[in-house]
Structures are given as structure tokens and as C-alpha cells.
Nanobody, 124 residues
Framework: VQLQASGGGLVQAGGSLRLSCAAS????????IAWFRQAPEKEREGVAC????????LYTDSVKGRFTLYRDNSRNAVYLQMNSLGPEDTAVYYC??????????????????WGKGTLVTVSS
């Protein structure tokens, strides 16, 4: 199973991007879905997670109020809307699916399926 992450690019500080996570032959709505990111020379960190029902979401403190995670089950996709981007958001972003319906702790070990990542670069 491979997830497909897309939507990254180059944007100026203060701008917005929407990342998409999709999958074929794998229902995303049966799994908690998270976005992680890895900045240069830093460890991968959890950014946001959405429960299977879509009503509950968790965000890391640095993106609260700026990022919104939501599902479109008709498209079998999960989106990360990122607003007010800053250079500190520059990273490769990965989507991941957990075997659990509720968001597990923000550790890579709880996520079984991963996308290849999409690069977000924010210029100052």
C-alpha cells in the first residue's frame, strides 16, 4: 500500500498551500491519517492527525490556527490546508495512515503506511 502525497511547492512567506493525500485500493476513511514533516537536518515531526470520523483533529502547537486538516471521503483523500506559511514550515511533508481509527501518539511507529513526501519551500 502506497499513499500519494502532493501539492508541495515554493511559496512566499504569508502564502498558502494545500497538500493532498490520496490512495488507490486503500480506504483512507478507515484509518487515522497524519501529516509529518522533516526539515533539513531535523528529525521528522508530527504536524496534524485526523480521526476516522473526521470530527476530531490534533495539531502540533506550531501550526495551530494556521493549518487545517480535513477529509473528502468521496475522493478518498485527506487535505492539509496550510495558511500563513513561514520559512520555519519548509520541510518535506509526508502523509501516513495508522491502523487505528483514533489518532495514536505522534510517533512514526504507530503508522503503517506512508507516502513518499512532497517538498514545501517557504521563502522569506
Amino acid at each position: 500500500v502506497q499513499l500519494q502525497a502532493s501539492g508541495g511547492g515554493l511559496v512566499q512567506a504569508g502564502g498558502s498551500l494545500r497538500l493532498s493525500c490520496a490512495a488507490s485500493e486503500f480506504r483512507l476513511d478507515s484509518h487515522a491519517i497524519a501529516w509529518f514533516r522533516q526539515a533539513p537536518e531535523k528529525e521528522r515531526e508530527g504536524v496534524a492527525c485526523i480521526y476516522t470520523g473526521g470530527g476530531n483533529r490534533l495539531y502540533t502547537d506550531s501550526v495551530k490556527g494556521r493549518f487545517t486538516l480535513y477529509r473528502d471521503n468521496s475522493r478518498n483523500a485527506v487535505y492539509l490546508q496550510m495558511n500563513s506559511l513561514g520559512p520555519e514550515d519548509t520541510a518535506v511533508y509526508y502523509c501516513a495512515a495508522s491502523q487505528y481509527s483514533d489518532c495514536p501518539p505522534s510517533s512514526e511507529s504507530f503508522y503503517n503506511y506512508w507516502g513518499k513526501g512532497t517538498l514545501v519551500t517557504v521563502s522569506s
